[in-house]
């Protein structure tokens, strides 16, 4: 994929940036609704993807911000991808072995990013599936020293995801929290007790009704992302 280089300006609101790009201000979607006020900060070098769509209020979409001299991923939506693709190629030990894959399993008004199971035949081959396992996918782009923290600003949909969770390990199936740290620097995972706690206390009622945590980072490259098949530690502790 062929990105463009510009210069991050400004960020009128949530969803786009002023970015100059060869000499001329230009507007680009920002794929990425937390603040990230860390990593856009005025002339930061950014890389965006360009769109041919005459439909498209903007031209841009902005994908990438340098930050400590690495390559941060800012698209949210393609931490879920990059799980599912790694657990369909068996890169995520803790969640191989299943046959089936399926992404959006809608479970009562909320819907789990991926949902696995085990297909196995009945005694009149017909499918069914067993061993459910629900995985709720969250991209980290926050990172103090080298600690990675979630959420960078209140999120309640967040605590509703875990909260459905919770309620699922209760009816017996196996569930999932995946932190994909989008920054390379991430070394460790905690939640961001600071700017969200009641995310960071449900997400230890989770842990507590054993709904399990998995952390692990990506490499981005701008010909390509790859998961690094190192599963993280995490601390789930209060230290404000």
């Not at 949530?14 to 001329?24: K, L």
């Not at 010909?223 to 404000?240: A, H, M, P, V």
Request: aromatic share 10%; with cysteine; net charge neutral.
């Amino acid at each position: 994929m062929d990105y463009v280089k510009g210069i991050f300006k400004n960020r009128p609101n949530r969803f786009i940036a002023e970015v100059e790009v060869e000499n001329s201000l230009e507007i680009a979607h920002v794929p990425n609704t937390g603040r990230c006020k860390e990593l856009l900060v005025e002339n930061a070098v950014v890389w965006l993807k360009p769109s041919n769509n005459p439909n498209r209020k903007t031209k841009f979409s902005l994908h990438f911000v340098e930050n400590r001299g690495v390559l941060v991923s800012l698209y949210s939506q393609e931490a879920n991808s990059i799980v599912y693709d790694s657990i369909i190629n068996g890169e995520i030990k803790e969640l191989s072995g299943y046959s089936y894959h399926q992404r959006e399993k809608t479970v009562d008004n909320s819907r789990i990013d991926i949902y696995l199971a085990n297909q196995e035949d009945d005694c009149c081959g017909m499918n069914f599936l067993v061993n459910p396992c629900y995985v709720e996918v969250k991209g980290v782009t926050l990172i103090i020293d080298n600690e990675a923290r979630f959420p960078d600003a209140p999120t309640q949909r967040g605590s509703k995801h875990l909260k459905e969770l919770i309620k699922l390990k209760k009816e017996g199936n196996r569930c999932v929290v995946f932190f994909l740290i989008q920054h390379p620097l991430g070394k460790y995972f905690r939640p961001n007790w600071e700017n969200d706690p009641l995310f960071s206390k449900t997400l230890n009622e989770a842990y507590e009704n054993g709904v399990e945590i998995l952390v692990y980072r990506c490499d981005n490259q701008l010909n390509g992302i790859k998961l690094i098949q190192e599963s993280l530690k995490f601390d789930l502790s209060d230290f404000r």
